[in-house]
């Protein structure tokens, strides 16, 4: 007969009862917030070095417990009975970046303004800040992670932008933003920067995935529950991104992009994403000594006046989104050189230039291109990439290479192939109405771009000649430069 084995009472207990799960360690990269199942050098997903660190989670990552229904909050209701008006947008007084944002900021809507640093986006905050509290009948409070207040209030004192609904705080802790929104109960809100703000309930360094990510979402819930206008500041990569993890752009519910070039008044603020309006917006500012001010016609940035014709000069018409921006290119055609000649660009497309190039240099019997240095660029420190300038290119290319003036009321609009031909381009009447509205009378489009066949009647007092090659737009710009 066996001895029934004997039981401690620690050991019964231990059966008795479920023991708590031990905190373990799991990896999380710092740059992508990829989770590997164990530490590496490299991460798998974006392919950093070093950036795996270890972080503790309780309980399994995925549970497999039964998700259970529950009564919700708010009934579900049919959709003729919800009333938009929560959802209007109040234009915050800065006409250009209400162009961007579709009439102007949406009470609980969160905005992401990313840009490179110095390019202006905390002055352009500042601006949009004491519109609001001028005109929205709230108060507008500016949260600087990077900043002092002395420092933001130089800077207001400087713009003009003094007002005394208008506050001002320098924090870099969570909680502490939330408590001055609780004090202020503000309107709008301005946070320069979202990779400045911690929260000590998370973990991981300021400005890493684990943070952004988690003063994000904070962020985003506070604002669509007290209907506050909210727009966060990001930094950037050094390849132009939204730095931080890619589910930023996700939270938020509009992305913009702020644009230009530190040797140029020009700025740009271009929608990427956009729950109220069109994404595709570009709003223009020009930033000077007192601030930053709206560009309604900034067509004007981008022409040089001049008192004869000058050759290696030719117009052509933007598209910068939904706006059309009338834009000079210059080319210079330099010296005989042995060896490679130098392709320099500014404003432009290289690979395109050494394109359009290659086929003037076959397509036409006058120009001899092969051994000779060109400089090709645009006016005004925009930046002019798409294939519509193609044909643009080529006659300020031709033109300096022949010593011809071309007319100064051409614009030339239309892609360029390999083979010569002129190619269609998109919203040509858009292009053709504006260059008229500044006075331009002549224009070379491509073949079924014309007023005829594409059923819209031509701008009045321009006169639209289509062109099927270089070399026809050679002969059709000639003949309108001698008249």
Same mark, same amino acid.
């Given at each position: 007969?066996?001895?029934? !084995?004997?039981?401690?009472?620690?050991?019964?207990?231990?059966?008795?009862?479920?023991?708590?799960?031990?905190?373990?360690?799991?990896?999380?990269?710092?740059?992508?917030?990829?989770?590997?199942?164990?530490?590496?050098?490299?991460?798998?997903?974006?392919?950093?070095? +070093?950036?795996?660190?270890?972080?503790?989670?309780?309980?399994?990552?995925?549970?497999?417990?039964?998700?259970?229904?529950?009564?919700?909050?708010?009934?579900?209701?049919?959709?003729?009975?919800?009333?938009?008006?929560?959802?209007?947008?109040?234009?915050?007084?800065?006409?250009?970046?209400?162009?961007?944002?579709?009439?102007?900021?949406?009470?609980?809507?969160?905005?992401?303004?990313?840009?490179?640093?110095?390019?202006?986006?905390?002055?352009?905050?500042?601006?949009?800040?004491?519109?609001?509290?001028?005109?929205?009948?709230?108060?507008?409070?500016?949260?600087?992670?990077?900043?002092?207040?002395?420092?933001?209030?130089?800077?207001?004192? !400087?713009?003009?932008?003094?007002?005394?609904?208008?506050?001002?705080?320098?924090?870099?802790?969570?909680?502490?933003?939330?408590?001055?929104?609780?004090?202020?109960?503000?309107?709008?809100?301005?946070?320069?920067?979202?990779?400045?703000?911690?929260?000590? +309930?998370?973990?991981?360094?300021?400005?890493?995935?684990?943070?952004?990510?988690?003063?994000?979402?904070?962020?985003?819930?506070?604002?669509?529950?007290?209907?506050?206008?909210?727009?966060?500041?990001?930094?950037?990569?050094?390849?132009?991104?939204?730095?931080?993890?890619?589910?930023?752009?996700?939270?938020?519910?509009?992305?913009?992009?702020?644009?230009?070039?530190?040797?140029?008044?020009?700025?740009?603020?271009?929608?990427?994403?956009?729950?109220?309006?069109?994404?595709?917006?570009?709003?223009?500012?020009?930033?000077?000594?007192?601030?930053?001010?709206?560009?309604?016609?900034?067509?004007?940035?981008?022409?040089?006046?001049?008192?004869?014709?000058?050759?290696?000069?030719?117009?052509?018409?933007?598209?910068?989104?939904?706006?059309?921006?009338?834009?000079?290119?210059?080319?210079?055609?330099?010296?005989?050189?042995?060896?490679?000649?130098?392709?320099?660009?500014?404003?432009?497309?290289?690979?395109?230039?050494?394109?359009?190039?290659?086929?003037?240099?076959?397509?036409?019997?006058?120009?001899?291109?092969?051994?000779?240095?060109?400089?090709?660029?645009?006016?005004?420190?925009?930046?002019?990439?798409?294939?519509?300038?193609?044909?643009?290119?080529?006659?300020?290319?031709?033109?300096?290479?022949?010593?011809?003036?071309?007319?100064?009321?051409?614009?030339?609009?239309?892609?360029? +192939?390999?083979?010569?031909?002129?190619?269609?381009?998109?919203?040509?009447?858009? !292009?053709?109405?504006?260059?008229?509205?500044?006075?331009?009378?002549?224009?070379?489009?491509?073949?079924?771009?014309?007023?005829?066949?594409?059923?819209?009647?031509?701008?009045?007092?321009?006169?639209?000649?289509?062109?099927?090659?270089?070399?026809?737009?050679?002969?059709?710009?000639?003949?309108?430069?001698?008249?």
């Amino acid at each position: 007969m066996s001895t029934p !084995r004997s039981t401690s009472p620690r050991a019964t207990a231990g059966r008795g009862r479920t023991t708590a799960k031990e905190p373990r360690p799991a990896y999380e990269c710092d740059a992508c917030g990829h989770q590997p199942p164990k530490w590496v050098g490299r991460c798998p997903e974006c392919g950093e070095w +070093g950036s795996v660190v270890e972080c503790t989670v309780t309980g399994p990552l995925v549970s497999g417990r039964v998700v259970s229904s529950r009564m919700p909050a708010e009934p579900a209701r049919p959709i003729a009975t919800i009333s938009a008006a929560p959802a209007r947008a109040r234009a915050t007084g800065v006409s250009e970046l209400d162009r961007v944002l579709g009439g102007g900021l949406v009470p609980g809507a969160v905005v992401l303004l990313a840009g490179e640093p110095g390019v202006g986006k905390s002055t352009l905050l500042l601006d949009v800040a004491q519109q609001w509290a001028t005109n929205a009948g709230s108060p507008s409070l500016v949260v600087s992670g990077e900043e002092s207040v002395s420092q933001v209030r130089l800077r207001a004192e !400087r713009m003009g932008t003094l007002h005394e609904q208008l506050y001002l705080a320098a924090e870099s802790d969570l909680s502490a933003v939330l408590g001055h929104l609780d004090a202020v109960e503000p309107g709008l809100l301005v946070l320069d920067s979202v990779q400045t703000i911690s929260t000590t +309930g998370t973990e991981g360094v300021p400005g890493g995935v684990t943070q952004v990510r988690a003063v994000t979402a904070a962020l985003v819930a506070v604002a669509k529950e007290r209907g506050i206008a909210t727009v966060l500041v990001g930094h950037v990569t050094k390849d132009g991104q939204v730095a931080g993890p890619r589910v930023l752009e996700h939270l938020v519910d509009v992305v913009l992009h702020f644009e230009g070039d530190k040797h140029s008044s020009l700025r740009m603020v271009r929608g990427v994403k956009n729950r109220f309006g069109a994404a595709d917006e570009v709003g223009c500012f020009e930033m000077h000594e007192g601030g930053i001010s709206s560009l309604a016609d900034p067509s004007g940035l981008f022409l040089t006046r001049y008192s004869e014709p000058v050759p290696g000069t030719c117009v052509t018409v933007a598209m910068e989104g939904r706006r059309a921006l009338v834009t000079e290119v210059q080319a210079l055609i330099g010296a005989t050189v042995a060896g490679s000649p130098r392709r320099t660009v500014s404003g432009l497309d290289g690979a395109r230039l050494a394109m359009v190039l290659a086929v003037l240099q076959r397509r036409t019997e006058r120009l001899t291109l092969h051994d000779r240095e060109v400089f090709a660029a645009t006016v005004g420190g925009i930046r002019v990439v798409e294939p519509a300038a193609d044909l643009a290119v080529a006659l300020a290319v031709a033109s300096g290479g022949l010593n011809l003036a071309l007319n100064p009321q051409l614009v030339a609009i239309g892609e360029v +192939g390999l083979t010569g031909e002129v190619r269609r381009v998109g919203a040509v009447p858009r !292009r053709l109405a504006e260059a008229a509205r500044l006075g331009f009378r002549f224009a070379l489009v491509p073949p079924g771009c014309g007023p005829g066949s594409s059923g819209v009647a031509a701008p009045e007092n321009m006169r639209v000649t289509e062109v099927t090659d270089v070399r026809a737009a050679l002969q059709a710009a000639a003949r309108v430069s001698a008249e």
